[in-house]
């Protein structure tokens, strides 16, 4: 939503410098500009410029204010202005006059009672990539619209429905099975979204008018103050924080290996540099690696790595490129956290990588930022980046055929991404089902997961998504981690999920004792009461919440879903059905996924 708004502000500010009352000039200008481009010259757009101080006082902008104020994030509202100031937008491109953007901006922040810092700052890191995408990209203006915006179903449109090839000869499935009580067991830590915030500052505006707060001024009286532990509200944790939970979990936990699902700077999207993203990065890793020797952290990478954020620029953009952070990334991963050399290779080209965890299991890191629809360099050309589809198909080839289990971790689930990779993500599923015996993201910052079912019977289980929750509190959250029991290590073990336990700090508790609350909130087989947590035992639980949708047992996921920030009473039977419809698909466009759930009665 936050890139919605900074591509909103560019049309905006679009509308205010071009555009003008109807009977002033001609009738409709615009259109008849914008229908012969050729005729504008300097003159022409000048004139125009001219308008802009009896346009702000017109009766558009007006509308366009109260529009603006009387809704709070109205798709249909957002997409309607797209329509409107797209095509200005180009009109300013081909004017080769966006170097009056940013004086522009600032006024237009000022008209809306916009924080200014974060409107002007917002449009400063993104207008470049705006502009470019723009004059680059092949859609019309109301298929920008509508991918960017999400007005549309991304299915309407051929050029976004991209196929891989997927090589036939799938063997007979062969669901998972208990191991033996007295088999050997392995514990991973996932650590997700840790976002520390360096400038976090106690006793500040824990409740401000900026995205994230916690940073600075003083709260006005009956407003809260940060905490000095950390704030469940817009705000990140500070970095004593961090190191108090992660050197909580070594000191508590057996942890055979960690797998980190990428975001470690803040939320500050509005003001951030390379430099900034470089040094969390260095000093997280490094906290994690000291506090963890001798144990392997297998990483993702995440959108708020990148600098501007969610901007990941494939290889056909020829103005910008992310070398800067793969080379950092491929650094620290190799030498800090212990990968072997033979990942730089992919870890340079995209951020991607494979390698062994244990005789037996294999490890394939996605970088899921290249599919996902805040990242507009795709909407140049959004087909398999990097190939890096056709390159996981082909290792799960290889694991197949030389009898390997692998996990697959990303930063995005593949439901948060662009339809078309969900799509293929879920075929691939379903042909290396028997080879994919574990899914772990994080970015949503709750706990929660996602199902898979076959292509064919849709009734049938395959796979299940375990979407772990943050260590950040971001929003409204209690920092949290996972602990993870698998199968293995021994021959033809399956390194399925066994069980996994969620570890909380009390938030609350912490800043009113002054000292570190930190317990286990629940583990998953007990809490749920499930036999095993295989995808046929996850189908049956979803069953039962489906049966009993307003009863206590879904009550007492949304507590968990929230990491006991709130309770079941706080989730409305929509709130319920939109969490248990969630759960059940894994990826965009299931239009059917969610039939069973039970609708309000009235």
């Given amino acids: 939503m936050a890139?919605?708004?900074?591509?909103?502000?560019?049309?905006?500010?679009?509308?205010?410098?071009?555009?003008?009352?109807?009977?002033?000039?001609?009738?409709?200008?615009?259109?008849?500009?914008?229908?012969?481009?050729?005729?504008?010259?300097?003159?022409q757009f000048s004139t125009l410029i001219n308008y802009r101080q009896r346009f702000e006082h017109s009766n558009n902008m007006k509308a366009l204010k109260w529009m603006f104020q009387q809704y709070n994030d109205p798709p249909e509202i957002y997409c309607k202005m797209c329509h409107i100031l797209l095509p200005i937008a180009r009109l300013l491109i081909y004017a080769n006059q966006t170097d009056r953007f940013e004086n522009i901006t600032v006024q237009l922040c000022k008209e809306f009672s916009l924080v200014l810092d974060v409107c002007s700052g917002a449009v400063h890191e993104y207008k470049d990539v705006v502009f470019q995408v723009i004059s680059l990209t092949e859609y019309t203006d109301k298929a920008l619209c509508a991918i960017t915006l999400n007005c549309e179903k991304q299915t309407d449109y051929p050029s976004l429905n991209w196929t891989v090839p997927i090589p036939d000869g799938k063997p007979t499935p062969q669901p998972p099975k208990p191991p033996s009580p007295s088999s050997p067991k392995l514990n991973m830590l996932q650590l997700a979204d840790i976002h520390v915030d360096f400038e976090y500052k106690p006793g500040s505006e824990a409740n401000c008018l900026e995205p994230l707060c916690c940073r600075k001024g003083l709260p006005l009286p009956g407003r809260p103050a940060a905490g000095f532990w950390g704030t469940s509200l817009h705000c990140d944790i500070p970095i004593w924080t961090a190191q108090a939970i992660i050197e909580y979990a070594a000191r508590t936990e057996e942890v055979d290996f960690i797998y980190y699902t990428g975001d470690t700077p803040p939320h500050n999207v509005w003001n951030q540099s390379r430099a900034d993203q470089l040094h969390a990065i260095y000093t997280i890793n490094g906290l994690v690696a000291r506090t963890f020797p001798n144990r392997t952290v297998y990483a993702a990478v995440g959108n708020h790595e990148a600098a501007p954020c969610n901007l990941f620029p494939t290889p056909i953009i020829k103005t910008d490129n992310i070398s800067w952070l793969y080379e950092a990334l491929a650094d620290s991963w190799i030498n800090t956290f212990g990968l072997p050399n033979n990942t730089?290779?992919?870890?340079?080209?995209?951020?991607?990588?494979?390698?062994?965890?244990?005789?037996?299991?294999r490890i394939i890191s996605l970088n899921t930022n290249y599919y996902h629809h805040d990242n507009y360099w795709l909407f140049i050309n959004s087909t398999d980046p990097l190939n890096q589809v056709e390159w996981l198909i082909q290792w799960l080839q290889y694991a197949e055929k030389n009898s390997e289990k692998v996990h697959i971790i990303a930063h995005h689930p593949p439901k948060e991404c662009f339809a078309?990779?969900?799509?293929?993500?879920?075929?691939?599923?379903?042909?290396?089902?028997?080879?994919?015996?574990?899914?772990?993201?994080?970015?949503?910052?709750?706990?929660?997961?996602?199902?898979?079912?076959?292509?064919?019977?849709?009734?049938?289980?395959?796979?299940?998504?375990?979407?772990?929750?943050?260590?950040?509190?971001?929003?409204?959250?209690?920092?949290?981690?996972?602990?993870?029991?698998?199968?293995?290590?021994?021959?033809?073990?399956?390194?399925?999920?066994?069980d996994h336990r969620t570890v909380i700090m009390n938030l609350t508790?912490?800043?009113?004792?002054?000292?570190?609350i930190i317990q286990n909130e629940y583990t998953v087989r007990d809490a749920y009461q499930m036999e095993n947590l295989f995808p046929a035992d996850w189908d049956r639980f979803i069953k039962r919440l489906e049966s009993d949708i307003d009863g206590p047992l879904m009550g007492t996921v949304y507590k968990y879903y929230m990491k006991s920030n709130a309770d079941g009473s706080q989730c409305t039977h929509a709130c319920r059905r939109s969490l248990l419809c969630s759960f059940k698909t894994s990826r965009e466009d299931q239009p059917h996924a969610c039939d069973s759930i039970p609708p309000l009665v009235a």
């Fill in 344 to 361: 730089r290779e992919t870890i340079l080209r995209g951020g991607f990588y494979t390698t062994v965890v244990r005789p037996g299991l």
């Fill in 509 to 516: 508790a912490t800043n009113f004792y002054n000292r570190t």
């Fill in 3 to 43: 890139l919605q708004r900074v591509a909103l502000f560019v049309f905006f500010a679009l509308a205010v410098c071009t555009t003008i009352d109807a009977g002033v000039i001609i009738e409709d200008p615009i259109d008849e500009v914008i229908d012969d481009v050729t005729s504008i010259d300097t003159k």
């Fill in 420 to 498: 078309a990779f969900g799509w293929n993500f879920d075929r691939i599923v379903n042909r290396f089902e028997n080879t994919i015996s574990g899914q772990f993201y994080g970015h949503t910052h709750t706990d929660e997961f996602n199902m898979y079912y076959d292509k064919d019977d849709h009734q049938r289980p395959i796979s299940i998504a375990y979407i772990a929750p943050s260590l950040t509190t971001e929003s409204f959250l209690n920092p949290g981690y996972r602990m993870y029991t698998l199968d293995g290590d021994y021959p033809q073990s399956s390194y399925w999920v066994l």
